[in-house]
């Protein structure tokens, strides 16, 4: 991953997010995810159990290798050396959310993250996160919501991830058409402003 190198003014404090291993699973959303945050747009966390969940799934589709997981997950540490939490199981075990996704709540208590990113959001009921200030959301409307804060910012992602891109080689309107099927109001709104760039 490059790193990026924009001059942000943020006008709120950083937000610490976890994200879930369903968006870190689709590569172009997950290289977009990272590289906001690699751009101080939020405070990336996740645990060592939710990159497992993303890279076991990488391999079981034939996406990866398993050395290649394994170098995925090495390149995410080192970018963002910050970002792992460790999540203790007594944690866990008193979760109330789906079983399956107790641990990632858990590592959002630890990280003291606001948002879980995640396309699985019947996992994660209100019910369940309310009591630690926690909220869930699609990663369209993350997205979306990044873009309204940050929108100079969203678009020099953009525009910077595919000449980063070179197995395959994209340009931004195969990017935005990639992304368009997991996150279409952040690809639309996004859309909208560089058409209106180029006129």
């Known amino acids: 991953m490059k790193k990026i190198e924009l001059n942000l ?6 937000i610490p997010v976890v994200l879930d291993a369903c968006v ?12 906001a945050a690699e ?9 060592q159990e939710i990159l497992d969940g993303a890279t076991r799934n990488l391999v079981n589709k034939g996406k990866i290798t398993e050395a290649k997981a394994v170098r995925f997950q090495a390149i995410l540490k080192t970018h963002f ?14 979760m109330t959310n789906h079983p399956g996704d ?5 590592a959002a208590i630890i990280a003291k993250a606001d948002i879980i990113v995640t396309t699985n959001l019947k996992h994660f009921p209100t019910e369940s996160l309310a ?3 926690i909220k869930a959301q699609h990663p369209d409307i993350f997205l979306k919501q990044m ?10 992602v953009i525009e910077q991830q595919p000449q980063d891109l070179k197995n395959p080689p994209l340009n931004v309107t ?3 058409d990639k992304l368009g099927k997991q996150v279409p109001e952040f690809v639309s709104k996004v859309w909208l402003t560089i058409q209106n760039l180029e006129d």
Request: hydrophobic share 50%; glycine share 2%; aromatic share 10%.
């Open 9 to 14: 003014t943020p006008s709120m404090p950083v």
């Open 24 to 35: 870190i699973f689709p590569m172009p959303l997950c290289d977009t995810l990272l590289r």
């Open 39 to 47: 751009a101080n747009l939020y405070r990336v966390h996740f645990s």
């Open 81 to 94: 050396p910050e970002a792992i939490v460790e999540v203790p199981e007594e944690l866990v075990a008193v």
């Open 102 to 106: 107790r641990h990632v709540v858990a």
């Open 131 to 133: 009591p630690f200030g």
């Open 147 to 156: 873009y309204e804060l940050f929108p100079d910012s969203i678009i020099q």
């Open 174 to 176: 195969e990017l935005l």
